[in-house]
């Protein structure tokens, strides 16, 4: 079955903590409840999207940089 981790707030979506900085996760890393996956930029405020279920990550459904609406997938877990 098929898990997701949801956007907790609108924003923009970020995999990397900076553009010259490698991506939080990628597809096939493990995940631990609590791991940050992203961010969700908000007015220049940069919000951690923590992990709120365990797994492995399958896809990421939202790209980074990408404009995200509450309660839109960002990540899918196997």
């Given at each position: 079955m098929t898990k997701?981790?949801?956007s907790p707030l609108p924003g923009t979506f970020y995999r990397r903590?900076?553009?010259?900085?490698?991506?939080?996760k990628e597809v096939?890393?493990?995940v631990a409840v609590g791991d940050v996956i992203g961010l969700i930029e908000v007015m220049k405020s940069f919000n951690e999207v923590a992990a709120d279920q365990a797994g492995t990550i399958t896809a990421f459904p939202a790209d980074d940089e990408e404009p995200v609406m509450a309660?839109?997938?960002l990540v899918e877990l196997g």
């Open positions: 997701q981790i949801l903590p900076s553009p010259d900085k490698p991506a939080f096939g890393d493990s309660g839109q997938p």
